[in-house]
């Protein structure tokens, strides 16, 4: 797994690590050493950690004027024996609502399994972007499944064409565009 790295095609138009209100801020990355894992294997060391022991993220993109953030993940969301939305809410989530961020592109082909407990977390992410939204582009099909026997669905938007969006051939702008246009069609705008 050392070889999947973050999409790194987007870093000309916006880098986390240079951004003064992202959670990941003056992170240093090692082009050498190898530390982080999921179950003993090592993953590349541009993934972000944000509390989690078996999830990764790499934040790709987020622009303040227009309100949205896309935010790619690798590993295991294992919210019953990590409680990693719990995490990801309080370390990263919370600081974005913060600095104006009410649009969230989750993209999850990386995600290699995902266990879903409660919903309270995601229900207070929702409640919290009051005109705003989550959707998850290209989750894997048995990931999928999960999500929406628990319920998680009513609060992050999948399916139709955000099962199998080619993402990479937008830049960041376009890509939200298209998104919120169809966002904008779902909720009747």
């Given at each position: ?28 990355y090692?082009?050498i ?20 022991l ?50 969230f592109?989750?993209?999850g ?15 207070e ?8 939204w ?46 919120e ?9």
């Amino acid at each position: 797994m050392v070889e999947l790295e973050p999409y790194y095609n987007w870093r000309t138009f916006y880098t986390a690590e240079t951004d003064n209100r992202s959670p990941f801020y003056r992170r240093k990355y090692s082009e050498i050493f190898l530390e982080k894992t999921i179950y003993n294997t090592y993953i590349n060391p541009q993934w972000d950690e944000f509390g989690s022991l078996t999830l990764y993220m790499k934040i790709l993109y987020t622009n303040y004027e227009l309100g949205f953030t896309i935010w790619e993940f690798m590993g295991e969301w294992n919210d019953i024996l990590y409680n990693d939305i719990m995490y990801l809410y309080r370390n990263v989530v919370e600081g974005m609502i913060e600095n104006g961020i009410q649009k969230f592109i989750l993209i999850g082909e990386n995600v290699l399994n995902f266990h879903a407990d409660d919903d309270s977390y995601y229900q207070e992410w929702a409640d919290n972007i009051e005109d705003g939204w989550i959707v998850g582009l290209n989750f894997l099909e048995h990931n999928l499944q999960e999500i929406k026997s628990a319920r998680l669905d009513y609060y992050i938007s999948f399916g139709g064409d955000f099962d199998s969006y080619d993402w990479r051939t937008y830049n960041p702008v376009k890509l939200f565009e298209k998104i919120e246009k169809q966002m904008r069609y779902r909720l009747g705008e």
